[in-house]
């Protein structure tokens, strides 16, 4: 490519000139409340809570559903469950409060 | 925006915004926000990277008012602000924009090439380019600044300046050469 082939090219593109209508429509809104939630630690403040806020929900749902499910296979036979980890001796001090 | 914020110079403006008038700053961005998204449109690819880079000059804008002497008129202050912002944009994506992809560079380098396929021929090489020469050639031959104000708007030396318009051209040469034999 020389010279005059690079020139006519930018000749080219310098009628395409960038379409930005659709950003500068209310761009000084959204400048304003994000200059307001940076000067405004409190708006700030509420801003990331209500975003956070369902994360937050979801992580302690998950919780506790995992938690429901846990206890739930877990065994109901006491006594096995306390002497599977004790030998009997043991396991007859405990029922004799020794 | 009210009708009289819109008839204050831009110095009452300013003298607005520093005493924490928000309207007073809001106008400001009105009047300029269409030439800052002009150049930034530029070196960005999406309207929502475009809405973040203009934001972010603003802001720098706001932050620094203060220190607007008034030397020389606001319009070319705010352009330098957003110009260096511009710069740091593209030193921070540059790694992102070596994926573009463009088929048939032969149709542009036609004399009758549209506006619209030169400017995307231009892009797919720009990206290639250093910030500091894709900056450059972009301000030269795009946005039609002299030497001079590059120098002005950057801080750069004018001799810098032309070192880099001729090595960015020679790479866009090489770059569209390259792609053209393929």
Not at chain 1, 21 to 41: G, H, I, N, S, V
Not at chain 1, 55 to 80: C, K, M, P, R, Y
Request: proline share 2%; aromatic share 8%; with cysteine.
């Amino acid at each position: 490519m020389n010279d005059d082939q690079l020139n006519n090219l930018f000749a080219a593109a310098r009628k395409a000139q960038p379409d930005t209508k659709r950003t500068q429509f209310a761009f000084e809104t959204r400048l304003l409340a994000r200059l307001r939630a940076e000067r405004d630690p409190g708006i700030a403040w509420w801003f990331w809570t209500r975003r956070l806020a369902p994360l937050f929900a979801a992580i302690v749902l998950g919780l506790g559903a995992w938690n429901f499910v846990a206890l739930n296979e877990a065994s109901t036979d006491w006594q096995s469950v306390i002497a599977g980890n004790h030998d009997d001796n043991e396991t007859v001090a405990l029922f004799d409060g020794q | 925006m009210s009708a009289q914020t819109g008839e204050l110079t831009d110095e009452r403006l300013i003298q607005s915004t520093l005493t924490g008038d928000d309207e007073a700053f809001a106008a400001l961005v009105v009047r300029y926000k269409r030439r800052i998204l002009g150049i930034a449109a530029r070196f960005t690819r999406s309207e929502a990277e475009l809405d973040d880079l203009c934001q972010e000059i603003f802001i720098k804008v706001y932050r620094h008012l203060a220190k607007f002497r008034g030397e020389a008129p606001f319009e070319h202050w705010l352009s330098r602000i957003g110009i260096r912002a511009c710069y740091d944009h593209l030193r921070k994506t540059r790694h992102d924009r070596n994926e573009m992809a463009l088929d048939d560079v032969e149709l542009a380098c036609a004399d009758d090439v549209s506006p619209k396929r030169a400017r995307e021929v231009l892009d797919f090489a720009l990206a290639k380019l250093s910030a500091e020469e894709r900056l450059v050639i972009t301000l030269l031959e795009l946005e039609e600044r002299t030497v001079e104000e590059i120098a002005e708007l950057t801080g750069w030396s004018q001799s810098n300046v032309k070192i880099r318009a001729y090595r960015a051209r020679r790479a866009l040469r090489t770059i569209l050469e390259t792609h053209h034999e393929r």
